[in-house]
């Protein structure tokens, strides 16, 4: 079991159920956080544009976003400029908790950069990248 697409796909799951660890103590649920620190970094933006950015389907970011609304973590608004649009936006709770989300994601890094060099992160960081853009440019 030594081959690129299940290397690749059990680093991920280790990731993420290190963040989902730690993220469910924040009262999160899975998606949520990327929804969050998308939100923190890119200010407003509407659904289809999070859920590109988050790499989270369209059909699954509406139930996310109702959910984080319920929650007092995001508010919705019409855009001025095109009024069926809905922009999303986080709320002072959200920003708060932003903060805390960025630790986890922190933390749940922290043994990949011990085990791993700045050059050799730097390294993996342009290989993945390659990667992605060479899957995404396949067909």
Not at 13 to 36: A, Y
Not at 82 to 105: C, K, Q
Not at 115 to 130: G, H, K, M, N, P
């Amino acid at each position: 079991m030594d081959s690129v697409h299940y290397q690749l796909m059990a680093a991920h799951l280790t990731l993420m159920r290190r963040v989902n660890d730690v993220t469910r103590k924040l009262g999160l649920t899975p998606g949520q956080p990327k929804v969050i620190e998308f939100l923190n970094a890119h200010g407003e933006a509407d659904q289809s544009q999070i859920a590109a950015g988050c790499l989270i389907e369209k059909a699954t970011i509406g139930g996310i976003l109702a959910r984080m609304e319920q929650a007092g973590l995001i508010s919705r608004r019409r855009s001025d400029a095109d009024r069926r649009a809905i922009l999303v936006s986080l709320t002072d709770r959200g920003r708060e908790l932003a903060v805390d989300v960025h630790a986890a994601f922190e933390e749940s890094e922290r043994p990949i950069r011990e085990a791993l060099t700045d050059q050799q992160i730097a390294e993996l960081d342009s290989l993945l990248t390659r990667l992605r853009a060479a899957l995404a440019n396949a067909d």
